[in-house]
């Protein structure tokens, strides 16, 4: 048995409940006969309770090297491979898992539809002796069994119930699941077998509601295009700059919760028009509590003085997304009526050489009948930039601009919303949106200008749990919402 962690961790993140969770895993798991020694894979940066046990030191990733140094010391002809800071773990699924993969003579054992913190992963000794060489050498295990899944004798273990649709996991080092853990330790007294989950959360979906996760803030409802998709021309008033004073409050009123979340600037404008764009971005980046910042542009403001603030910046967190309908001036005219194409060109390559670091800069063209006809020139366009593109489903907002849309994604069976369970919508004004379909707060839940964020939270559960149990909101019309199953961040 490999105690694994796969992120920076600390033995705080390692208690749950005053109880030291490596300890609650070896006591659970000596249950099964087929265990035997206990080893640990921490980083490098690990200073705790585990020092002077059997430590292999993560120094890049979990790469073959150092799963045949694991396999050289134990001599061990199979290992499982579980997290160590899941303290929901139900030993009899790893038992289950360990039964499959002996039964079968498996080389790799591993779950799709069971959650972080309930499954593991089984490695022989014949696999590690067979691995591909790879000149990618900080390459994990995993990443080379599943991009070589043929070459190898692999198990996938499929186990009832499947709540993949929640999007839960259960780590304890990553705050929101640890909150949703407590919450459903407090409420039954105990920790939950994994066949019990999706009982509890259909009985109980208030456990879920432990604060937001997403913010989108409308900074300004100026811009200079006019989409042909756009909903701007339908709002009762336009709408102005929000104050930086405002957006502070925001920011101090999120600290309450103590989880981390992402912002998007988004709304009816363009962010990068705001008055004092870059004294909120300086804000947003000083906030260790926010995961991710999303700039929505439509790109025509994202130049050399964006670029120098994120070359200055270097901030990973950052992400990009230019909405850009076209490859030409031709199609990007007839999409955003306005003549800017060559300018956001420029500005995309530009901004292309700062994000370099990973997946922070993307394009976003909407799926409607008039791109369709020139889809397959744009990706072939773009795909030579190397950019990632994002294919947007068209919102209508609740049927207040023309439906464009050439095919219907939703899904055959409605689950409960996204939105109402993790977003928050806060307009230029400080107007709590009910959803991000309320473009115009008339039906907001409030406003942050006179009361804080937490109550409006508070306020809003009965929305989500309504929302739960298929009992729409009818002010706006959720039943003909199309949008609860798109997910953000």
């Known amino acids: 048995m490999l105690l694994f962690a796969d992120v920076d961790i600390s033995d705080r993140d390692l208690s749950f409940n005053d109880r030291y969770i490596p300890e609650l895993l070896a006591k ?21 309770n585990l020092e002077g046990k059997d430590i292999f030191r993560i120094n890049n990733a979990d790469d073959s090297s150092f799963w045949k140094s694991i396999f050289q010391k134990c001599g061990s002809d199979h290992i499982v491979k579980i997290y160590i800071d899941a303290p929901f773990l139900d030993p009899t699924i790893i038992a289950a898992m360990i039964d499959v993969h002996v039964k079968y003579l498996a080389e790799y054992t591993y779950s799709e539809n069971l959650p972080a913190g309930f499954s593991c992963e089984i490695y022989s000794k014949e696999l590690i002796a067979s691995l591909p060489e790879t000149e990618e050498k900080t390459l994990s295990l995993t990443d080379i069994i599943r991009s070589n899944i043929n070459q190898f004798d692999v198990e996938l273990f499929y186990h009832e119930p499947d709540i993949r649709d929640k999007r839960l996991s259960f780590r304890n080092s990553t705050p929101r699941d640890r909150r949703i853990m407590e919450t459903i330790y407090a409420h039954l007294g105990r920790v939950p077998a994994y066949s019990e989950i999706s009982a509890v959360i259909a009985s109980s979906p208030e456990l879920l509601y432990v604060g937001p996760s997403y913010l989108e803030i409308e900074l300004t409802g100026r ?180 439906d464009r849309r050439y095919s219907d994604l939703s899904p055959l069976e409605r689950t409960p919303c996204w939105h109402l369970q993790r977003d928050l919508y806060i307009l230029s004004d400080g107007r709590v949106g009910f959803c991000k379909q309320d473009i115009d707060g008339t039906y907001s839940k409030g406003s942050i200008e006179n009361e804080s964020l937490m109550d409006i939270w508070s306020r809003s559960k009965r929305y989500f749990l309504n929302d739960y149990q298929s009992n729409f909101a009818t002010s706006p019309d959720c039943q003909s919402c199309d949008e609860w199953y798109t997910f953000n961040l």
């Open 223 to 402: 811009c200079d295009l006019d989409c042909i998709f756009c909903y701007r021309k339908t709002l009762s008033s336009i709408h102005g700059d929000m104050e930086v004073d405002l957006y502070r409050k925001v920011l101090t009123e999120m600290k309450q919760f103590e989880l981390p979340y992402s912002v998007c600037f988004g709304g009816s404008g363009e962010p990068l028009m705001h008055k004092n764009f870059y004294a909120i971005m300086e804000l947003s980046q000083k906030e260790e509590c926010i995961e991710t910042i999303v700039i929505e542009t439509n790109g025509l403001y994202a130049d050399d003085n964006l670029k120098s603030y994120l070359n200055a910046t270097h901030d990973n967190r950052v992400k990009l997304i230019f909405n850009i309908n076209g490859f030409d001036e031709e199609t990007y005219r007839s999409i955003h009526r306005y003549e800017g194409f060559t300018k956001v060109f420029n500005n995309i390559l530009a901004l292309r050489e700062v994000l370099s670091d990973g997946p922070q800069l993307h394009l976003q063209i909407m799926k409607i009948n008039e791109t369709e006809k020139f889809l397959d020139k744009y990706y072939d366009f773009w795909d030579t930039y190397g950019i990632p593109i994002i294919l947007q489903k068209q919102n209508t907002y609740l049927g207040k601009i023309a």
């Open 28 to 48: 659970r798991l000596s249950q099964i006969e087929a265990i035997g020694d206990c080893y640990y894979g921490l980083p490098a940066s690990y200073r705790g």
